[in-house]
Nanobody, 124 residues
Framework: HVQLVESGGGSVQAGGSLRLSCAAS????????MGWFRQAPGKEREGVAA???????SYADSVKGRFTVSLDNAKNTLYLQMNSLKPEDTAMYYC???????????????????WGQGTQVTVS
């Protein structure tokens, strides 16, 4: 049984920073991809950042240069460092993990099997 739990969300002013965490349990794949997705009211879910077991990363154009995704393998925890936040970053942020993984790191939601409950990020 796989469980993903996000934390670290909150309310910040434009230009501020937040670090999101995603603690994974029961996740033992040797090859995998984990990522962050977000969804704002009235908008579709979009991929934000992802990292695979080899350390390869991928970012949405809207967050390149501002967000950094990383993974602590010992703690089985995914992180998203968010800097220079903008009001348009306001959304519910979700952590996701793949099942079997045999390709390029992806920002496509359909390639992920497991999802967390989300953590709210509000930028004003």
């Amino acid at each position: 049984h796989v469980q993903l739990v996000e934390s670290g969300g909150g309310s910040v002013q434009a230009g501020g920073s937040l670090r999101l965490s995603c603690a994974a349990s029961g996740y033992t794949y040797s090859s995998y991809c984990m990522g962050w997705f977000r969804q704002a009211p009235g908008k579709e879910r979009e991929g934000v950042a992802a990292i695979d077991s080899d350390g390869s990363t991928s970012y949405a154009d809207s967050v390149k240069g501002r967000f950094t995704v990383s993974l602590d393998n010992a703690k089985n925890t995914l992180y998203l460092q968010m800097n220079s936040l903008k009001p348009e970053d306001t959304a519910m942020y979700y952590c996701a993990a793949s099942g079997s993984y045999g390709g390029r790191v992806s920002l496509h939601g359909y390639e992920y099997n497991y999802w967390g409950q989300g953590t709210q990020v509000t930028v004003s």
